[in-house]
Structures are given as C-alpha cells and as structure tokens.
C-alpha cells in the first residue's frame, strides 16, 4: 500500500524542554516528556498515533497504547488561530510499559490510521527512545605523600611540578600513579613511580648516591703524609678515584716542614689535580719573640744588632 505524505498541509516538529524544534529523528528515553508541536492548514484539529516496536501496525494513541488508531483511538490536539498545534508527550504514562526503540509519531489531518491514509494529510517523524542510565558518582577521597631523603634538602618534582625541599608532605593528591623525582647539586638525580591510594599517605625515601671525580694530591717536595677530610690516605703523589664532588680539606705534613692544610674542590666525572708546596720553619734564637735569620755575617753590623737585641731584652726586664 502506498502512503502519501503531503508536508504542504500538516507540519510535525519534536522538542525537548530546552532544546530547539526539530524535524529529523530524535533521540530520547524512556520516561522523558517529548514536546510535539507544528502547523495544520486544513484542519482544526490534529490527530497522533503512534507505531513501533510490539504495537499494532495501524498505529496507537499517544495517550494510551492499548487503544487502536484502526478502531478510533487517537489523541486529539486542538489548531490554534494561528495555525499551530502542540503536544506535550508523557512517554511513561501510556497505559502501558513501551519498548527501548525507535517508534514513528504520526500527525494527521483527519482521524485516518495508517491503513487509511490515501486521502488524508499526515507528517511523521521517528523518535528513538532509550532505557535511562544511571550513573553512580563515588566521591574521591585525596592521599598524601610522605617524602624523605638522604640526604635532606633534597628537591621534589611530581609529574613535573616543583613541590619543595624534603622532608616534604604532599597532600590533596587524588588517587593513582604519580612519577616522583628527587635531585640536589653534586647528587645523581633519582626517579620512581608512587602510587596515591585514597585516603592513605605514601611514604617515599629516597638514597640519592653522589656524583665523583677523581683527585690527585702532589706535594713539594714529595713523601708528605696526606690526610684527606680527616683519613689518612698514604704518602704523596696520591690519587683518589670515585671521590665525592664536593669540597674537601688536604693536610699534608713532613719531618722537617711546616705542617700545611688547603681545601680543594672535587668536579664530578673531572680529574683535579692538587699541588701543595711545604716551606721549613723560620729559626727563633732563645729569649727572643721576634724570629732572626740564623745565616749569620761576621762583621761590626751583625754584632752591633744582635747587642742591640740583647739590650733591649734586659732594658725590659
């Protein structure tokens, strides 16, 4: 059988509350109020049926699927002066229980079921109509972490962001995998993946190992006794490897010579090389605060001196 479908008389649009009107399929659920509404030139009144899924195939009434487009059930809607009709469609008030699927509105001029359309004006459109879900929100419930190093100091990035110096609590962190990294100058950088469970702290501590270098110690002259940062470590020249960078103290001493102490910097993955040079002690004649070369010139000068040293020691007493 063929059906005509004249859109020059009878206009059908769907709404739902807030949406714009649409001609088109529709897609909605089960239980929402679809708003029906258009234009009918030819008639004061506007007859709906519906047909879908498990419904008689001439059609049923809006209001109620249990009453027959084909034995006169239809829901009827008044055209205003100007033309317009509306409906507001209660889709879970029917009568009876519809289907998740999509279901043709019919809109048409006259009481005419879908066997009896030849000569009537009608507008359609399909509406699909599906079971509402229901979404389930669990709040989240934040964790913190707990964040330590040896040494201390030790600076903290996670996923990125600077967050401080530790000891260090992070906290506000919502569940999952975060990357913690740990770095300080003269320090190998350390990283590692920590997991935040909800509600809970997770303690992190980190063992940053030191950058090395390589230093070596000469002495003039050599055979000093080298002390290194309080050990000793052997008679020049003395090479350390795997040193911490860093800064370090040097005493050197040998018999007969000034005992001398330096500070040295260690640059990692460099080699420093330190060259101490050892001076004898100035001679100190007996009685006498003020040091006096002990190379000594036979002449008038050098003993008028060293009376007048003498002098003025005993003038003191």
Known sequence: MMYRNLYAGIFLFFVLAGAAAASGPIQSYLGNTVKLSGYCYDSQTVYLFLTGPNLPENGVALDNINSRAD????????VDGNNHWEYDWGTNSLGGGLDAGTYTVWAVDSPSDRSHLGQAEYSTISVSLGNPSISVVTPVIPGSFDLRSIPDNVSVVINGDYKGSTPLTVSGLDPGTYNVTFSR???????????????????VTATLQPKTGILVINTSPMGAQVVLDGNNV??????????????????????????????????????VTSTIELKKPATVIP???????????????????????FCRRNQGR
């Open 71 to 78: 034995q006169g059930g239809f829901t009827e809607v008044s």
């Open 185 to 203: 100058f003269n320090y190998e950088k350390f990283s590692t993946p920590a997991t935040i469970e909800a509600g809970s702290i997770t303690e």
């Open 234 to 271: 052997g008679t020049s020249p003395v090479t350390r490897t795997n040193l911490a960078a860093g800064n370090h103290t040097i005493n050197a001493t040998l018999e007969g010579y000034s005992p001398v102490e330096v500070q040295v910097q260690v640059i990692a993955d460099q080699s």
């Open 287 to 309: 009685g006498i605060s003020v040091p006096v070369p002990i190379t000594v010139t036979i002449g008038a000068c050098t003993c008028t001196i060293l009376i007048f040293a």
